[in-house]
Each structure stands twice: as C-alpha cells, then as structure tokens.
C-alpha cells in the first residue's frame, strides 16, 4: 500500500477538512470570541455597546475594556443565587432522569436481540415531537382545571391539606426539565448496560449473590461510565435552559438561562449578558471535564 | 419471570407512559370541540380549519422549511467532509469545532451569534441569519452519523481501491460515498428535524422579521393558548415522525446489509 504523504493526498485532506473548518472558525470560534470581548466592554446609553472611542475622547478609559461587569457579577448575591439555584435545579432533574431511566435501559439491555432496537427507538421517538410542544404538553397536564390538578388536589384534600398550583412552580420546571431530558439519559446507559457479560452476573449468583447484591456489587459499579455520560448530557443543558422556566415556572423560578435571555432581549444589556454567558461556559467546561474525568473506562480494582 | 423482572418492567411502563402521555394528550385535544384544554366535548377538525386559515402561520410554516431545507443541505455537505476528515486523518482542532456546539447549551450559541451578526457582519437578522446558525450546530450531528458509518465500515475496501489506482477522488465518488450515502441522508433528514424544531438558537438570531415556525408556537404557548395548538403540534409530530422513520429504515438497512 501506498502510505499517507503523497501530494494528492494532502490536497485531498484539505479539501476535505478545509471547508467544514473554515465555516466552524467563522461561525463559532469568531462568534465566540467577540462573546468574550463584548463581555469586557461598556453598555451603551439605549442598550447593546457603548463606542470604542479613541483614546482623546475616550470616556471610559484608555481601550473602552473593563472588567466592571464581572465585579458586577460577584458583588451581587442575587446572581450566585441564581447560579446556584440553576446547579440545585440541574442536579435534581439529572438525578430523577437517572431514577427514571435505569430500570428503563437495564430492561431493554436485558430483552431479546430482536427487541431491544424497537425498545430504544420508542424512547427516542418524542423527539419527533416539537421542543416546544413536549413543554406545552405539561402546561394542559398541569393546569388548574386539569384531571390531574383536580386529582391530587381531592387527594390532599383527602389529608386535610389546602389546594395546591401545580403550574407555574418549580415543580413544574423540574418535571419539564426531566420530561425534556429523559432520552439523553436512557441512551448512554443503555449503550452500556448491553456490553455487559452475563456470565459476571451467573458467576456472582454462584458465588451466592442475591439479586440486590448482583445489582449493587456488579452491575452499578460497571454501569458508572454510563451513569456520568448520561448525567454530563442532561445536567449541562438543564443548566443553560430558559424555556421550561420560562413557560413552566413562575416569576420566581428564573434561572441563568432566563437571566441571560432578558440581558438581550430584554434590558439589552449585552456585556452583563456576554458576562453571564463566559461564566455558564465556565460552569458547563468544568462539568464537561469532571465527567469526563469519572467517565473514563474503571480500573480493574486490584485486591 | 423472576421477581426483579417484574420490578424492572413496571419501572419500565411506567418511564414509557411518562414519555407518551402528554404527548397523547395533545392529539387528542386537537381533535376537541372546546377552546379549553380541559374536558372532552366531541370530535372536531375545527383547530385544523382554523390552522389553514391562519395567513401567518402558513408563512411561517414556509419560511420555517426554507429555513430547514437549505440548513439540512449546508449541514449535510460540511458535515459530511468533518465526517470523513475526522474518520481519515488524526486531526486535532476539526473534532473540537465540530462536537463542542453539539454539547454545549444552546443559549450560548445563540448568544454568541446574535453578537456576531450584529456587531461583525452588521447582518440584519432574519432568514439568512437562522439559516447559518442551524448549519452550525447540525454539522456536529451530520458528522457524527457519517463517522459512526466510517467506524463499522472495513477499511481494506479503500485500499485495495488505491491498490488499484483510483485516485483520492475516484475513491470517493465510486466507493465511500455510496458506501455512506444511507448516514449522509439519515444526517440530512436529522438536520432537518432539528432545524425545523428548534427554538433556542431561532430566538436568539431571529430579529424581528419574518414569522418563523417555532417562534409563532411559542408566542401562541405564551399569550393566548388555543388548541390550534394542538392541532399544529400534531401536524408537526406527523411530519418529524416521518423522517425519523426514514432516517431509521435507511440506517438499519446499513445495518442488514453489514451483518451479511
């Protein structure tokens, strides 16, 4: 075989290569970037950005550059509140996603061959559906004059306990949240779940396992790659999630995501928006890297 | 059956009845004769009617498929060669531009291109604008289809093509890309699902011009819910329902034919 460097293969990596990443470094490094900067200028009087003025009549300083708005992001409360609020919110619906999901995937891991794409592909398939119209869903379900409101509300009644709003609470945004995210969820589990050996788990049952012990001591340890992928895929976009809140929530449930939306299209304040933008980044790289980090395959644990 | 079986597939009806149920919910309401979304009066296709009739809607609709058809084909031909880059040469920097938008949230895409059309380019923002953010984060999803197909392909094929004197090019148009071409359609049809449904990303880069699909649904969601609603999420389902259907034959079909 002909190995690697002739011209004509080199011409033909960049042809290959050069298109897809001349349009990703305009589109999205670029776009990046200027993100970064815009963070580090000044608001303009009406909205978006004050003028780079020339030094002369610069009213801001020399470059028309500051760091004013990250000052601003750590001297309020409120924004670490709502930073937190969102992490709180995201952890949540990652670890119900990881409740609901699990038995799900062990048991389409577990089928017959031939069932087990049926099963995955009726887990993907809501996806079809809108984005929006999966939240929309629960706003009719929800409700104050829905079957279900109606039913939980006889049954605290039941108890003695006043009628309660499902909708427009955090209870709402949690159960859209996890509705919006359960695939991402099944599917890496899944994924690792079906490599599994049997024999591991006729060997431990040998060995005089019980079912939980089989589970705890043998199935969930060689599932945690599975789990930290799953999880790194519904914790980090819960994190930068405006819309459940937004059409789910209540006035108070606002998370960065609602935070960063109303810095554009509301108060059009885009270096405090850029700002909350560069610190998301921050959060969902260092969670990017912690799951990574747990993800990778486990070391055989040595006696 | 044993005992965790049994746990297990209740668990299991129970994460599917999640998933299905609401959905159900809004198909059925689209067929009821009420303006609210609460009890079951009787069977009509007045939100359907009413659909049809709503000027700005349909122009929306239009809008929201040139959108989807020229993003999906942008997509579909980058995203393809990061594909095939990606698969046949070790290459650093290409994978991290390709799947970093796919992972990360929305908004910040959204957001970083809203600045850049707006300060850089000086882009009014409207179909063009949405059109090149959809491209941007589907050549991630396309890529990644097409490399999987490269993955499980045998690589003997392509060298015995060189073997044989075919040139880069010979050996692309003769044997990979009929070879992929099931993934590169899956991916185009994929694009286009996800063109056609976001919201995040179509928010941020939308302007104020043109009626665009899921801005409409959500402005709907937001001030006046009617159940014309449910009748355009039902259309919509039936529309993506069909390429996902599609998209999955053409893949399996691969697959079939693999396991030969």
Same mark, same amino acid.
């Given at each position: 075989?002909?190995?690697?460097?002739? &011209?004509?293969?080199?011409?033909?990596?960049?042809?290959?290569?050069?298109?897809?990443?001349?349009?990703?470094?305009?589109? @999205?490094?670029?776009?990046?970037?200027?993100?970064?900067?815009?963070?580090?200028?000044?608001?303009?009087?009406?909205?978006?950005?004050?003028?780079?003025?020339? #030094?002369?009549?610069?009213?801001?300083?020399?470059?028309?550059?500051?760091?004013?708005?990250?000052?601003?992001?750590?001297?309020?409360?409120?924004?670490?509140?709502?930073?937190?609020?969102?992490?709180?919110?995201?952890?949540?619906?990652?670890?119900?996603?990881?409740?609901?999901?699990?038995?799900?995937?062990?048991?389409?891991?577990?089928?017959?061959?031939?069932?087990?794409?049926?099963?995955?592909?009726?887990?993907?398939?809501?996806?079809?559906?809108?984005?929006?119209?999966?939240?929309?869903?629960?706003?009719?379900? =929800?409700?104050?004059?829905?079957?279900?409101?109606?039913?939980?509300?006889?049954?605290?009644?039941?108890?003695?306990? *006043?009628?309660?709003?499902?909708? @427009?609470?955090?209870?709402?945004?949690?159960?859209?949240?996890?509705?919006?995210?359960?695939?991402?969820?099944? =599917?890496?589990?899944?994924?690792?779940?079906?490599?599994?050996?049997?024999?591991?788990?006729?060997?431990?049952?040998?060995?005089?396992?019980?079912?939980?012990?089989?589970?705890?001591?043998?199935?969930?340890?060689?599932? =945690?790659?599975?789990?930290?992928?799953?999880?790194?895929?519904?914790?980090?976009?819960?994190?930068?999630?405006?819309?459940? #809140?937004?059409?789910?929530?209540?006035?108070?449930?606002?998370?960065?995501?609602?935070?960063?939306?109303?810095?554009?299209?509301?108060?059009?304040?885009?270096?405090?928006?850029?700002?909350?933008?560069?610190?998301?980044?921050?959060?969902?790289?260092?969670?990017?890297?912690? *799951?990574?980090?747990?993800?990778?395959?486990?070391?055989?644990?040595?006696? | 059956?044993?005992?965790?079986?049994?746990?297990?597939?209740?668990? *299991?009806?129970?994460? +599917?009845?999640?998933?299905?149920?609401?959905?159900?919910?809004?198909?059925? +309401?689209?067929?009821?004769?009420?303006?609210?979304?609460?009890?079951?009066?009787?069977?009509?296709?007045?939100?359907?009617?009413?659909?049809?009739?709503?000027?700005?809607?349909?122009?929306?609709?239009?809008?929201?498929? %040139?959108?989807?058809?020229?993003?999906?084909? =942008?997509?579909?031909?980058?995203?393809?060669?990061?594909?095939?880059?990606?698969?046949?040469?070790?290459?650093?920097?290409?994978?991290?531009?390709?799947?970093?938008?796919?992972?990360?949230?929305?908004?910040?895409?959204?957001?970083?291109?809203?600045?850049?059309?707006?300060?850089?380019?000086?882009?009014?923002?409207?179909?063009?604008?949405?059109?090149?953010?959809?491209?941007?984060?589907?050549?991630?999803?396309?890529?990644?289809?097409?490399?999987?197909?490269?993955?499980?392909?045998?690589?003997? %094929?392509?060298?015995?093509?060189?073997?044989?004197?075919?040139?880069?090019?010979?050996?692309?148009?003769?044997?990979?890309?009929?070879?992929?071409?099931?993934?590169?359609?899956?991916?185009?049809?994929?694009?286009?699902?996800?063109?056609?449904?976001?919201?995040?990303?179509?928010?941020?880069? &939308?302007?104020?011009?043109?009626?665009?699909?899921?801005?409409?649904?959500?402005?709907? %969601?937001?001030?006046?819910?009617?159940?014309?609603?449910?009748?355009?999420?039902?259309?919509?389902?039936?529309?993506?329902?069909?390429?996902? %259907?599609?998209?999955? &034959?053409?893949?399996?079909?691969?697959?079939?034919?693999?396991?030969?």
């Amino acid at each position: 075989m002909i190995k690697g460097n002739t &011209k004509a293969n080199r011409t033909a990596k960049w042809l290959v290569s050069g298109p897809p990443l001349l349009f990703l470094l305009v589109f @999205f490094v670029a776009p990046s970037l200027i993100m970064l900067f815009t963070s580090l200028r000044f608001p303009g009087e009406f909205g978006g950005l004050a003028p780079i003025a020339a #030094p002369a009549e610069a009213v801001h300083g020399e470059y028309g550059l500051t760091l004013e708005t990250y000052q601003f992001f750590f001297s309020d409360i409120l924004y670490a509140e709502i930073f937190l609020k969102s992490f709180a919110v995201a952890a949540a619906s990652t670890l119900i996603c990881l409740i609901m999901a699990y038995p799900l995937a062990l048991l389409i891991a577990r089928s017959e061959k031939r069932f087990r794409n049926l099963m995955v592909l009726l887990v993907v398939l809501p996806f079809a559906s809108n984005f929006l119209i999966r939240i929309y869903a629960w706003m009719i379900i =929800l409700g104050p004059e829905s079957v279900f409101s109606h039913f939980i509300n006889a049954l605290l009644g039941a108890f003695g306990i *006043a009628p309660v709003t499902l909708l @427009f609470s955090p209870f709402a945004v949690l159960v859209g949240m996890v509705y919006v995210h359960l695939p991402f969820m099944v =599917l890496p589990l899944y994924t690792n779940l079906e490599k599994h050996d049997p024999a591991l788990l006729d060997a431990a049952q040998d060995l005089g396992a019980n079912a939980w012990q089989r589970f705890w001591r043998v199935t969930w340890p060689l599932s =945690l790659p599975g789990v930290f992928s799953g999880a790194a895929l519904v914790f980090i976009p819960v994190l930068g999630m405006f819309a459940v #809140p937004d059409i789910l929530g209540g006035t108070g449930d606002i998370l960065i995501g609602n935070l960063i939306k109303d810095q554009f299209l509301g108060t059009r304040d885009w270096p405090f928006g850029s700002t909350l933008s560069i610190m998301l980044t921050l959060a969902v790289l260092a969670i990017t890297a912690l *799951a990574a980090w747990f993800a990778r395959p486990a070391a055989i644990p040595e006696r | 059956m044993r005992r965790s079986n049994i746990w297990l597939w209740s668990a *299991a009806a129970l994460a +599917y009845a999640f998933l299905y149920i609401p959905l159900i919910i809004v198909v059925v +309401y689209s067929f009821n004769d009420s303006k609210l979304n609460a009890e079951w009066v009787g069977f009509t296709l007045s939100w359907y009617v009413a659909l049809f009739n709503n000027q700005e809607m349909l122009i929306a609709a239009r809008n929201s498929l %040139i959108i989807a058809v020229s993003a999906s084909f =942008l997509a579909t031909i980058l995203g393809t060669m990061a594909g095939l880059a990606i698969h046949r040469y070790k290459l650093k920097f290409l994978p991290l531009l390709v799947f970093t938008p796919v992972a990360m949230p929305e908004i910040l895409l959204g957001v970083a291109l809203l600045l850049f059309f707006l300060q850089v380019l000086n882009l009014t923002l409207g179909m063009i604008s949405i059109i090149i953010a959809h491209t941007t984060f589907c050549i991630g999803f396309v890529a990644i289809i097409v490399r999987a197909r490269l993955q499980g392909m045998d690589e003997s %094929i392509f060298e015995a093509a060189r073997d044989l004197g075919a040139s880069p090019w010979q050996t692309f148009r003769l044997i990979t890309l009929p070879l992929i071409m099931p993934a590169v359609v899956a991916g185009a049809l994929m694009s286009f699902t996800l063109s056609i449904d976001d919201f995040v990303i179509t928010f941020f880069t &939308k302007g104020v011009g043109e009626p665009i699909l899921p801005i409409q649904i959500y402005t709907m %969601i937001k001030i006046a819910v009617t159940p014309e609603v449910n009748a355009i999420s039902t259309l919509l389902m039936l529309l993506t329902l069909t390429m996902i %259907i599609i998209a999955a &034959k053409l893949d399996s079909g691969v697959l079939r034919r693999e396991a030969k």
